[in-house]
């Protein structure tokens, strides 16, 4: 199937450009004049997105070539698609800056190029003038493809804008379709896992549209429309016997089987998830229901648990303090349930966690191990799962792709699995215990249905 989506990409030269700002600001102006936009991050980020669904009200999408592969990055930037005329999709890192340092594999640029999507390219000028060209010249000629076709200039000088747009278009002959000027204000802030979420900053979407209302002063509206409408067909050339990611026949479901009843957390400590995954689960035949390990006095009426990723160390006394809940976890835990954990999910079932001021809380004890900050990044990056001893969910030869990022690690990660780093690198991760199945990796549950057609079956 191949279907006309108009859409851009919002890319830099590097990681700190501004790219989640505009993106957000572009969409509050996308919608203000009339437009159903669909959004997407590159790689696996979960916090951009959130910053999106905020913006939007409606769930945003990742793009990940080692998650995903090819068709799973088409099948997702057309599930987004649907009742939408436009899409934003917001880049990763550098522009060129991929999988691994020496290649463009799965980066923002690779992305442009298996979706073929045009690029808009922002850049910080903070700091600098003529050199904003240079720069501008210097990707340009890098870009093999010819996928940058626009500019947005942020944190300009209004008095060097106007000349530094001309320079840029008579020299380079690429549009510059916008122009940010440095704002007082601090908009985004940072923490150790990248940006603070949306739901930490006080009236956050009325500083998007301070952004927004700045941004739209000095954008060419008719000439962005323009570009994201030379956009190519997304193409689905998949065989339907194929299908990797055919969720209802790989779980041997049908759409009349009884729902099963999935509880997932979901509040200000848990709250990092893929949309495929929860797309996945319903597929196959998952009712879903969101609870909070901190606000929630007991589990709701459900007979299996995910406990996603997210910042429970931030919330360990309000973890610790909510007694009832952790009982309820260990009776399900010791009576067989089903429980999906990874990266805060799993440090939550762990004996105890420590709060970033070093004090301990005793957690729900459902697994052993104590976690802490570290002073670096444990281990990061894109993985491979596969099983080196008896569990419930990987078996054989079975692989899941997942990902890892966290300053935190605890003292018992666990040996049930191996995950091998795509250079070769592996080591041993993820706890059993009974129906449990916790570690630090972040699961793309696509790239590996069975997992889920177990989590569901048993």
Not at 28 to 51: N, Q, T, V, W
Not at 58 to 82: C, H, Q, T, V, W
Not at 96 to 125: F, H, Q, W
Not at 190 to 195: I, Q, V
């Amino acid at each position: 199937m191949c279907k006309g989506f108009p859409r851009f990409m919002i890319c830099a030269p590097s990681s700190g450009s501004g790219k989640t700002l505009i993106t957000c600001a572009l969409l509050r102006i996308l919608e203000r004049h009339g437009h159903r936009g669909a959004s997407y991050k590159c790689g696996p980020d979960y916090i951009d997105p959130m910053f999106h669904s905020k913006v939007l009200s409606i769930p945003s999408r990742n793009l990940d070539l080692f998650l995903m592969g090819e068709e799973g990055i088409a099948r997702a930037l057309e599930k987004g698609s649907y009742d939408k005329d436009i899409g934003v999709l917001e880049g990763v890192m550098g522009f060129y800056d991929g999988m691994k340092a020496d290649s463009v594999e799965g980066s923002s640029y690779d992305i442009c190029r298996i979706t073929s999507t045009p690029a808009i390219l922002v850049v910080n000028c903070r700091g600098m003038s003529k050199s904003v060209v240079a720069l501008i010249k210097g990707f340009a000629d890098y870009d093999k493809e010819g996928l940058i076709k626009g500019v947005i200039l942020n944190n300009v000088s209004p008095m060097i804008a106007d000349s530094l747009k001309k320079d840029i278009e008579d020299e380079l002959r690429i549009p510059v379709i916008g122009m940010l000027p440095k704002l007082s204000e601090r908009f985004l802030e940072s923490r150790h896992l990248g940006l603070v979420m949306p739901s930490e900053i006080e009236d956050v979407l009325a500083k998007i549209d301070i952004v927004a209302a700045s941004l739209e002063k000095r954008l060419d509206i008719d000439k962005l429309i323009k570009i994201a409408g030379s956009a190519g067909d997304i193409k689905r050339c998949i065989s339907t016997d194929n299908e990797p990611y055919s969720s209802i026949k790989a779980a041997g479901l049908s759409h009349d089987t009884k729902p099963v009843k999935v509880g997932i957390a979901m509040d200000e400590a848990f709250c990092f998830y893929y949309q495929d995954n929860l797309d996945l689960l319903k597929e196959m035949g998952a009712e879903i229901t969101f609870f909070s390990p901190i606000h929630d006095s007991k589990l709701p009426d459900v007979s299996r648990i995910i406990l996603g990723g997210g910042y429970p160390e931030l919330y360990a006394r309000e973890l610790a303090d909510n007694i009832s809940m952790k009982m309820d976890i260990v009776r399900a835990a010791d009576n067989g349930m089903p429980i999906l954990a990874e990266c805060g999910g799993f440090m939550y079932l762990q004996d105890s966690l420590s709060a970033p001021d070093g004090a301990s809380y005793k957690m729900a004890g459902v697994l052993k191990g104590s976690g802490s900050m570290r002073d670096r990044l444990g281990h990061f990056g894109y993985v491979s799962v596969s099983s080196i001893s008896d569990n419930p969910y990987l078996q054989g030869t079975e692989e899941l792709k997942a990902h890892e990022f966290h300053y935190y690690d605890t003292t018992d990660n666990g040996d049930t699995c191996l995950l091998t780093k795509p250079s070769g690198r592996s080591w041993q991760g993820m706890q059993v215990y009974k129906n449990v199945f916790a570690g630090f990796a972040h699961l793309y549950y696509p790239s590996c249905p069975i997992l889920i057609s177990r989590f569901m079956e048993l």
